[in-house]
């Protein structure tokens, strides 16, 4: 089985950046389309960016433009560069499978936006 660990998270200003990074055993960036998702307080969990084997990405709408997804294959690591990040940025960020979630979700990471 596949283990996810993201990395990362920490806290940052508003109009701050960030890179997350999402690990993976084995070779799951060649096997799977892999997606980064958010879960904020009191709210469901969120997609926000997937990336297939070949690199092709989409985002979501609310990321479109300050976020960026990518994958280091050699390294077996998927990473989430975040611009331009604001406090309703603030959330727990995953790594797992897109569009179907096929793997044990990790334990995240914390990401903070505030002043």
């Known amino acids: 089985q596949v283990q996810l660990v993201e990395s990362g998270g920490g806290l940052v200003q508003p109009g701050g950046s960030l890179r997350l990074s999402c690990a993976a055993s084995g070779n799951a960036f060649s096997i799977y389309v892999m997606g980064w998702y958010r879960q904020g307080p009191g709210t469901e969990r969120e997609w926000l960016a997937r990336?297939?084997?070949?690199?092709?990405?989409k985002y979501a709408d609310s990321v479109k433009g300050r976020f960026t997804i990518s994958t280091d294959n050699a390294k077996n690591t998927m990473y989430l560069q975040m611009n331009s990040l604001q406090p309703e940025d603030t959330a727990v960020y995953y790594c797992?499978?897109?569009?179907?979630?096929?793997?044990?979700w990790g334990q995240g990471t914390q990401v903070t936006v505030s002043s």
């Open positions: 990336i297939t084997s070949s690199g092709l990405t």
């Open positions: 797992n499978t897109y569009p179907a979630v096929v793997l044990s």
